[in-house]
Every structure is written in C-alpha cells, then in structure tokens.
C-alpha cells in the first residue's frame, strides 16, 4: 500500500491534499529531511530528525513533534508501506494561514508531510563515479538549514544536466562549498579536506558520518576552506549525501581527477561507509 502520513495520521496517497494557503506551497516557508532506509530499517534517523528540529528552529518555527515522536510514525509508515531499500522524504511547513509574509499567529500549527519512495542505491555512479560542472554559488547565506527553497540548487543541478554531468560544484569568491544536493570533499597526499560545517554549506549527515570514520581509522581529514585550483590539483573527490552515499568525482568540466578513475582512499571510504549502514540495519548486500 502506498500510505503517507499527514499531520500525524495514515492517509492513502491518491487521497493526501494539501491546502493551497499550505506556506511551503506558497512561500517555500518550511524545512524537510530525507532518510534512507535499507532492509526496512532507517539509517542515522536520530540525526536527520534532530537535524529537522534544528532546521525548524533557525527559521523560528517550533516542530511540534520530538524526535521519538517523529521516529515512531516513520517506523509505522515503513511497515505500512513494506518498504525494504528506499527513502523517506519529510516536510514540516509554517502551516496554512491566508498569505502574509509575516508569520502566522502562534496558533497556526505547522504542517508534516512525509512519502516513502522505493529507491535503488547508486551502485553506478559509485563503482564508476561521476562528472560533474563549476557553478557559481549564488544561494542565500543560510545554506546550513535545510530549507524548502532551493531555487539555487535547482538551477545548478539544471546546469549540469544540461551538460550531461551528475552535479554541479559549487564556489563562492574562489573557494569550494558544497554540490546542489551533496556534499564534497577533496583527498590530497592521504588527507580528507572538506569545506567547515558553517553557514555556507549543509552539514551533511553522511559528511560527518565520513568524517566519524576517519577519525575511527586513523584517516586524517581536516574541516577548513579548499579552493578551486586545490580542487584541480586534488588526487581523488568524492560527493557524500544520503542519496548519493560515497560518490567518487572522476571528471570536472572535461578534465580527468587523478588517474581519471576511483581512487584507493574513496573506495576504502566507501568500504567503511557500508560497514556503518550494516551497523544499523543489517547485511545490505
Ligand atoms: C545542498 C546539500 N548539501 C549536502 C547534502 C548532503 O546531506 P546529507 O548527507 O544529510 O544527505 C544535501 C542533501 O540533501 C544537500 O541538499
């Protein structure tokens, strides 16, 4: 069956409404989060939810739910939907109120959509890796909250479909922030660099997840500021991100990274990566 849930209850997809006053419908005014689930199990939902509440909170918009809350319809909503290897995708809006830029009264309760979807993994694009555009980094300067509008990282992604590649890399003033829909990292001489976790970027779930194993395998990364000539010069890149997982880049704009294939670090990476899904939700392959 193919359920959703909205503002707490079970409803069938084909039956979900949502009010055309709905703020996220109007004004992008909301935040969301997508979880991946494998074996019927979510991986790192505690964080993805915190991170929602988080999301929530610098938009001034208390979520009316807890983090337990949250998890516990979720987990019905998997066994609901018999979901095995897929994702989930939630959002919580400022509610339904006539259009205002100003916020709603404080009585206007947020609205929860959330949707499963079934969703191979990339295998691909990590065993092959992937190419990808430099775009200017024209977002807003709250990249950190992860916001319902995201014009900005439509247009980039655009961009570099357009231009037959999987991402766009994105750059402000010369230095490397983060892809439309994922995080990136550059490995030079064994090290994992990897833009500070600051307004400027999304900090990942999956980016301190690969940053969590470095630091458990003796890997040395740093959390500082690289530029665009550190990203030519650098031996391997990899995307990280809940739906990409551990993506290597192995060409930007036309020219080659390395040896222009998967570099031996990125795939320990993503060794060590399906090691931490298997801690959670069993045996993936
Ligand atoms: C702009 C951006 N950066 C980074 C990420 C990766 O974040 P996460 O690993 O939490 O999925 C995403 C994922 O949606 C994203 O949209």
Known sequence: ?????VNGEYIKRSEAKVDIEDRGYQF??????????????????????ERLIESGKKIGMEIPYTVSELKQLLVELITKNQLVLGTLYMQVTRG????????????????????????GRPIENMQQ????ILNEDIRWLLC????????????????????????????????????????????????????PADNLILNGITRQKVLGICRNNDIPFAETTFTLEDLKNADEIFLSGTTVEVTPIIEI??????AGTVGPLTKKLQILFEGEIEKECGKIR
């Open 28 to 49: 992008g005014d909301g935040v969301y989060e997508v979880i991946r689930v494998y074996n019927g199990k979510m991986f790192t939902a505690s964080e993805h939810l």
């Open 129 to 132: 890796g992937v190419k990808v």
């Open 253 to 258: 704009e036309g020219k080659k990274v390395g």
């Open 1 to 5: 069956m193919d359920y959703v849930i």
């Open 144 to 195: 950190d909250i992860k916001s319902l509008n995201l014009l900005g990282n439509l247009m980039a992604k655009q961009k570099a479909v357009e231009a037959g590649c999987f991402e766009a890399i994105q750059h402000r003033d010369g230095i490397v922030t983060e892809g439309s829909l994922s995080n990136i990292s550059i490995i030079k001489d064994g090290k994992v660099i990897t833009h």
């Open 96 to 119: 339904t109120s006539p259009r205002n830029h100003a916020f709603p009264a404080a009585d206007v309760r947020p609205n929860l959509v959330v949707y499963s979807k079934e969703v």
